[in-house]
């Protein structure tokens, strides 16, 4: 019997002239607006104990623009997010009811969702995307349109498959219209080795990702330079409000800062997770093991350390992120307690005398290395149970660039630790007797 797995095309659309382009960024702010106003009278009924089920008819609002079909999907997404909502509750799960996607002081977010029926992508030498326009847009722009707006897709989707609902949005960090297609393609057509390896990721925030695989494998995501550019921006906005009258409490200025700290963070995470995740998947991993910050963060909290991971990095949101992202490529999240992963060695098991200095490491067995990297190995270890990690390769650095991350050369031996020197692992997985370095 075949077995159908999703996955999701990502690529980028154009306008064909400024006029489309205006069309499209009406089409997508008209999405907002019906998100925004649904959710309002959404969150009002649920705080006010009432059913958040018994709304005004916002597709009647919204059709002249959207067309009947997108702006219920829109509608249906929101019920989707409202849905899950309920069941995190339910859950016992401490979460806040959905929120709205920008407002229109601020500037609102980009967004829409497109029925699988509704659109046309066509690849090739000419690939393009075709999308429904409602009448009133027609009219207003008046020129060519019959049913559709084209727009010309950049890149080349990976999957072939039954479309699914097409998420298309404004990045507007990259100035880029981008979109998601979800696709359910057989098994029988995929393009990577059966997935049975593992993965653990310790999550940080002077390096917010460091992971291992059970094939030996390792990258780091640096992120001092993003927690600096976030720390100016909100000191920034302290002195701004620090000049505010009396009885002020924003500005025009201060919520345009927030509104930029917030999407410069958001933009960096999902490149972030869709680098590891497609690293992951061409290294044939199944199941990603993350470590749980809530015991960390209860010993050893301070006023940085919350900054850092519950204001710059979101955890919650990147491990949100992770789990659909890693739902695409059929790759699976578990969220495990990561105690004593940071003290202990990755080599000898030690954790009474071992020290760490920034990023380094170092055990009196010998062992120096980097930090992060090491107790995403232990980590790994703990979770991989009787499955064999790998001899560990030389580690892949990555930086950001406010667009991508990218692969770093590789640092002079007098810079880095000495990982190599003192990786005493055999090549059967097995750690080698340890003397004295």
């Known amino acids: 019997m075949s077995v159908v797995v999703r996955r999701t095309n990502t690529f980028a659309v154009r306008a064909l002239s400024k006029q489309d382009e205006q069309l499209l960024q009406e089409l997508l702010d008209a999405s907002a607006s019906l998100w925004n106003e649904l959710t309002y009278e959404r969150r009002q009924n649920f705080f006010d104990g009432?059913?958040?089920?018994?709304?005004?008819?916002?597709?009647?609002?919204?059709?002249?623009i959207l067309g009947s079909a997108t702006a219920q999907q829109v509608i249906r997404k929101n019920s989707e997010a409202w849905r899950s909502f309920f069941a995190a509750r339910e859950d016992g799960e401490d979460t806040a009811p959905p929120g709205y996607w920008g407002n229109e002081d601020k500037g609102r977010e980009l967004r829409t969702y497109i029925r699988n029926d509704q659109y046309t992508l066509e690849t090739g030498e000419r690939s393009r995307l075709e999308i429904p326009v409602g009448q009133d847009l027609k009219d207003e722009y008046?020129?060519?349109y019959h049913d559709r707006l084209r727009l010309e897709v950049?890149?080349?989707?990976?999957?072939?498959?039954?479309?699914?609902?097409l998420e298309l949005y404004y990045d507007e960090m990259d100035d880029t219209f981008r979109a998601f297609q979800p696709v359910t393609v057989p098994d029988s057509r995929r393009d990577s080795p059966v997935a049975?390896?593992?993965?653990?990721?310790?999550?940080?925030?002077?390096?917010?990702?460091?992971?291992?695989?059970?094939?030996?494998?390792q990258y780091l995501y640096g992120g001092r330079d993003l927690f600096a550019r976030f720390r100016?921006?909100?000191?920034?906005?302290?002195?701004?409000?620090?000049?505010?009258?009396?009885?002020?409490?924003?500005?025009?200025?201060?919520?345009?800062?927030?509104?930029?700290?917030?999407?410069?963070r958001d933009h960096a995470q999902d490149a972030l997770v869709r680098d590891l995740v497609e690293r992951l998947y061409d290294e044939?991993?199944?199941?990603?093991?993350?470590?749980?910050?809530?015991?960390?963060?209860?010993?050893h909290w301070s006023a940085e350390v919350n900054e850092k991971t519950h204001q710059f990095w979101a955890y919650r949101s990147f491990i949100d992120r992770l789990a659909t992202t890693a739902e695409e490529y059929g790759i699976r999240v578990g969220v495990e307690s990561e105690a004593y992963t940071t003290a202990e060695c990755p080599v000898c098991g030690e954790r009474d005398d071992t020290e760490r200095d920034g990023d380094v490491f170092r055990c009196p067995c010998g062992y120096e290395g980097h930090a992060d990297l090491g107790a995403s190995r232990v980590f790994l270890e703990q979770q991989a149970g009787e499955s064999e990690v790998g001899s560990m390769a030389r580690p892949v650095r990555l930086k950001w660039d406010d667009h991508n991350w990218s692969e770093l050369p590789?640092?002079?031996?007098?810079?880095?630790?000495?990982?190599?020197?003192?990786?005493?692992?055999t090549g059967d997985g097995k750690l080698a007797s340890v003397g004295t370095a």
């Open 50 to 64: 009432e059913s958040v089920w018994d709304t005004a008819d916002y597709r009647k609002q919204y059709v002249g």
């Open 142 to 144: 008046g020129f060519g």
């Open 154 to 165: 950049a890149g080349d989707p990976k999957w072939e498959g039954e479309q699914g609902r």
């Open 196 to 217: 049975e390896e593992s993965a653990a990721l310790d999550v940080g925030a002077n390096n917010l990702v460091a992971c291992t695989t059970t094939t030996g494998q």
């Open 232 to 264: 100016e921006t909100t000191e920034e906005i302290a002195r701004l409000q620090f000049k505010l009258c009396e009885g002020q409490y924003s500005s025009r200025r201060i919520r345009r800062l927030y509104r930029k700290r917030t999407r410069r």
């Open 284 to 299: 044939g991993v199944e199941t990603v093991y993350v470590g749980d910050l809530t015991d960390v963060l209860s010993a």
């Open 410 to 425: 590789h640092s002079p031996e007098r810079a880095r630790p000495n990982e190599e020197r003192t990786n005493r692992s």
